[in-house]
């Protein structure tokens, strides 16, 4: 996954006069557009920090629309969602995307079926994240997302094997809720304070139980550009894996 331009494994972006090459990054979006629209003002953010000036990022998102992914995931129709999920993948690179990415945890369910056959790297979500969690010197650390993101092993065997990190999730009934709390309050904008207290109260049980930090929708529960590690608060790290962990991939209400 070499090339000119790779923002996730923290390269720095070659500048010639008053032009970069930047490497185009195709984006499967929509789930859900709020996650989306995050990525996108976070990706551009990012290359502004690095390059200033007038930069942005070079970007190609394909967004559908989020009823047919909430369905897929009522419904548990993985076949149907990696089908569409690989036309789609195919669209952005046809479209000229170099490098392919998913806003959501949930769907990287099929990421091997929706992958496959692409010519374009794609970064999967979990791996910047695994590099900054084992950066930061943690080893068990806490997971809140959907139900199949909690309660299923896709994204769990994958920071457990590729990077020896354990995750504690909450009990089967906080999952239940929490999976509410995205769909029904993230995913339309809004986070109501019953519900912040929720997930704090999630988390610090995940913490009892040994859990070294908690991630994703936490930052929703924390003041912006903090993040919790142990019983500290603290700035974000400026390292290039951490910055492109909260950057590009694990945005706080990715579904």
Known sequence: ?????????????????????????????????????DYYRQ?????????????????IVN???????????????????AVDL?????????????LLICVSNTLHRCAAQFTQGLAIPFLHIVDPTGRAIRAA??????????????????IQRRYREQF??????PDPEQQRELHRIIFHELCQGQFLPASKAYYLQAIEQCRQRGAEEG??????????????TGD????????????????VLILSFCV
């Open 232 to 247: 500290t608060e603290q700035d974000q790290d400026d390292s290039e894996e951490t910055r492109c962990t909260e950057h």
């Open 137 to 154: 010197g943690l080893r068990r650390v806490a997971l809140l997302g959907t139900g199949p993101v909690m309660a299923e092993d896709y």
């Open 43 to 59: 990706l551009n953010l990012a290359v502004k920090r690095r390059l200033g000036g007038f930069h942005t990022a070079e970007l």
């Open 215 to 228: 991630r994703n929708e936490r930052r929703h529960a924390r003041p912006s550009g903090q993040r919790v």
């Open 164 to 169: 020896g990190i354990e995750l504690v999730v």
């Open 1 to 37: 996954m070499g090339g000119p331009f790779l923002w996730s494994a923290g390269q720095r972006l070659p500048v010639t006069g008053h032009t970069a090459r930047m490497r185009v990054i195709g984006i499967l979006g929509g789930s859900s557009d709020q996650a989306t629209a």
């Open 86 to 98: 690989r036309r789609r993948a195919q669209a952005l690179e046809r479209a000229g995307a170099e």
């Open 63 to 81: 967004s559908q629309d989020f009823a047919v992914a909430e369905r897929w995931v009522r419904e548990g129709a993985w076949d149907e969602a």
